[in-house]
């Protein structure tokens, strides 16, 4: 795998760690550079105050030659001065470029030409002229162990002879060394504390990101999960990407959850036309099955036992003509405008059921006086969604009926206590013939549905924690209000 392929939460660490190490690096080689030349500023400094005090003593006695007294002097910065002790020779040249007095006799004896003292003095000597006419002259040949700094020794522009201070190269390498050692190592205290504190931040920006993924990738296989919020609670480009994320995760389970119930609606329609389909065509032999029952009752002398297999079979197709007619629902009925009176006449309606269960139930409709919906129908809704609350919440249970007009709709809720439903048996909760309790031919909740539908509204059902809502929505302006008179009798 190449670095440019591993995952952020890798390469931000990585490349954070990189550039930190980058900079330390470059700040210390500038440190480096700076430090190596501060160290030949200090020697040339101190060169130029040793040698400036010393040839301002010299001159007399040199003048007077005094040769006692002259190595005297130059001996005397190195048991007095702390300055000094960063050179390691002085040496007094004379005139005639030769070794007047120094403070290392046994290395530059006296009276020697410069030439005789080895090659690095062989270059000095080459380039002396230049030093003579120098106030101060700085000599550092390119591998050479020593730095050496001229200071003329001269007054009232008479000229006796030259000082020469030698400064060996090791005493830099070693002040540099240390210097370097002491910035390598807070190199490394800061390199200690940053790359830590930077693979952390860089995880800790890449842990939501790779979440964040791990979710959108996650989206085509139908798992749209949630993101906790506290796992980045700032308000930076990562903080957006979050909240971005869960507007995009509420819309997609909005839209599936539109496209489940469009679903639903549609199956449900096309089992409510195939039914209604059948419905009719059961109806036709059905009523002539009747009507010859009824002939033959009227006309015929049967005996007992047929007379018998005969109320026997009306009964039966009495219960057929019935159950077909169940799913024959039309909202295209003649009826009156829903009042309140028509839910007072609902509640005494359910009222046996109650008392014989022990229902406790909380009546509480707030609707105007009249509303444009057909009472029939509406009621019809309401007492098969009470009657089916009351069975569920069971002896001694609780229901609670509310209804309300928001804007242009009423809104009814039917609650109950009991045993909750599970997810299967909510999808299939408005299918014919599909009944959950003992009791009950499955047609209620079927009927509640196409009544609901046809007058352009929406009923659902939720269940959990013991607890089941039935809410239905019904557009008091729809199309299906001028389908019947306004007036007509109770």
């Known amino acids: 795998m190449r670095l440019f392929d591993l995952s952020l939460r890798f390469k931000m660490p990585l490349w954070g760690g990189g550039l930190i190490l980058a900079t330390a690096l470059a700040l210390s080689a500038s440190f480096a550079l700076q430090t190596w030349d501060y160290l030949h500023q200090e020697i040339q400094k101190n060169a130029q105050d040793l040698g400036r005090s010393i040839a301002h003593s010299l001159f007399p006695v040199m003048l007077h030659d005094e040769v006692w007294q002259a190595y005297e002097l130059v001996s005397r910065p190195f048991a007095t001065s702390q300055n000094a002790a960063l050179a390691e020779s002085l040496m007094v040249l004379d005139s005639a470029a030769r070794v007047y007095v120094s403070s290392r006799p046994e290395v530059h004896p006296v009276l020697s030409p410069l030439a005789t003292l080895g090659e690095e003095f062989q270059a000095l000597e080459r380039v002396f002229p230049r030093a003579a006419e120098a106030e101060v002259f700085v000599l550092e040949a390119p591998g050479a162990e020593h730095i050496y700094v001229t200071v003329p020794i001269a007054s009232d522009g008479v000229r006796l002879g030259t000082l020469i201070v030698a400064y060996n190269k090791s005493l830099i390498s070693e002040r540099f060394t240390q210097l370097l050692k002491n910035a390598l190592w807070i190199t490394l205290l800061v390199l200690a504390v940053l790359l830590p504190v930077t693979a952390y931040w860089g995880r800790r920006m890449m842990q939501p990101m790779r979440l964040i993924t791990e979710r959108i990738s996650a989206i085509g296989g139908g798992e749209i999960e949630a993101l906790d919020a506290s796992l980045y609670p700032y308000h930076d480009e990562v903080g957006q990407l979050f909240r971005a994320y869960e507007d995009m995760r509420a819309r997609l389970m909005e839209k599936a ?89 609902v509640r005494v309606l359910v009222s046996h059921a109650t008392k014989k269960l022990a229902t406790q139930i909380t009546w509480a409709p707030d609707i105007p006086e009249s509303l444009a ?109 001028a389908n019947f008179p306004q007036n007509l009798p109770d």
């Open 257 to 345: 959850e539109l496209e489940k119930q469009m679903l639903t609606t549609d199956r449900l329609a096309a089992l409510g036309r195939l039914t209604a389909s059948i419905a009719h065509e059961i109806n036709n032999p059905l009523g002539g099955m009747l009507n010859s029952i009824s002939t033959l009752k009227k006309h015929g002398s049967p005996d007992p036992v047929t007379q018998k297999t005969v109320s026997l079979l009306e009964r039966g197709l009495t219960q057929i003509r019935e159950t077909v007619a169940a799913l024959l629902v039309e909202a295209k009925v003649k009826s009156r405008p829903l009042s309140r009176s028509d839910l007072d006449d």
């Open 373 to 481: 919906l057909p009472s029939t129908l509406v009621r019809q809704v309401l007492i098969n969604l009470l009657l089916n609350a009351i069975a569920a919440a069971g002896h001694g249970g609780q229901v609670a009926l509310r209804a309300i007009v928001d804007g242009q709709q009423l809104q009814l809720s039917v609650e109950n206590t009991g045993k909750s439903m599970s997810t299967e048996q909510l999808a299939h909760l408005f299918e014919p013939f599909t009944s959950f309790s003992e009791s009950g031919n499955g047609l209620g909740l079927w009927i509640c549905y196409q009544i609901v539908t046809q007058l352009g509204g929406t009923i659902r059902a939720e269940s959990a924690l013991e607890q089941t809502r039935f809410s239905v929505t019904l557009p008091v302006d729809s199309p299906h209000a």
